[in-house]
């Protein structure tokens, strides 16, 4: 797809080989994006989970959450959970569901803001460093050392040399991590081009929400393509076996965030699992590695 073209509110994006306009201030949603808001990119349902489904599932991984961050505090486990997504990706109500009902003592959320000079003047993890889990701490990371992977060389906040670099050194860092004992997950939260459009639209006219849609996610509508070969590249260089990415399909969120939460909870062996209550992967939604995602 060529870069999208802007004027104003409006863009001319490349959908499926065909020409778009997409007017962000046009509070009628287009009904091209209408058609294929939960179907784009290769989705494989095409209706939402149902929502009493949903909330009983939800509650009992929840249960199951509370069992393992009680064990991790009795072990003195720790956790790290890495976020990473297109805007708009569900990476926060994601993190929100897993998160609900866990001690918020021992269950933090870290979502950074640009680096100060201090910051980026230091070595370019070490912001995230000092953010780690202590004895028994689960914390998960809505967007983390990856910017350099995706937002920052896509929208020019760093060297070309910078991200080569990271891409080089990210998997010795993560292996210092696993070495020292953590569990590290990293999940990549996937979504179709009409389904990132269809959330921009809800956040853009929303007196409760559009204070989250900013300049950078009018841009990032311009680069699908750009951002789908920046993802491709990040997870080809940093998928290993000690620090796999996880890939999940998230044009429905309740589908995504069950998922999600399930492979925390089979990927842990803590006390007093219950492995009915916690149920067998949806293999449509939830894979691992390059050969999981989709080529849109």
Request: charged content about 30%; aromatic content about 12%; overall charge positive.
């Amino acid at each position: 797809m060529d870069k999208g073209q802007m004027t104003g509110s409006a863009i001319e994006l490349d959908v499926g080989g065909v020409k778009r306009v997409f007017d962000i201030d046009n509070p009628e949603l287009p009904g091209w994006v209408k058609k294929r808001k939960l179907t784009s990119g290769g989705y494989p349902y095409d209706k939402k989970l149902d929502k009493d489904e949903y909330q009983e599932t939800l509650e009992r991984l929840q249960v199951e959450l509370v069992k393992l961050l009680a064990w991790m505090e009795t072990t003195g486990e720790r956790v790290v959970a890495v976020f990473e997504g297109r805007d708009a990706a569900g990476k926060g109500g994601t993190i929100d569901a897993l998160r609900r009902y866990m001690n918020p003592r021992r269950a933090r959320n870290v979502a950074l803001s640009k680096p100060t000079e201090t910051e980026r003047g230091q070595w370019y993890y070490q912001r995230y460093v000092a953010h780690f889990p202590s004895h028994g701490e689960f914390v998960t990371f809505d967007r983390s050392w990856y910017n350099r992977a995706g937002v920052e060389p896509l929208m020019g906040f760093c060297t070309p040399e910078q991200y080569a670099r990271f891409l080089a050194e990210t998997p010795q860092y993560e292996l210092t991590i696993v070495r020292d004992g953590m569990r590290l997950f990293k999940f990549w939260l996937d979504i179709g081009q009409e389904t990132q459009l269809k959330r921009f639209h809800d956040r853009r006219h929303s007196t409760l929400t559009n204070w989250k849609f900013s300049p950078i996610d009018l841009a990032g509508m311009a680069k699908w393509a750009e951002y789908g070969e920046a993802r491709d590249r990040m997870i080809e260089a940093t998928h290993t076996e000690f620090a796999p990415w996880t890939i999940v399909r998230s044009n429905d969120k309740r589908r995504a965030r069950i998922e999600v939460i399930r492979r925390v909870l089979q990927s842990i062996p803590y006390g007093g699992k219950e492995e009915k209550a916690i149920g067998e992967p949806d293999k449509r939604i939830i894979g691992n590695g390059p050969e999981f995602l989709p080529r849109n």
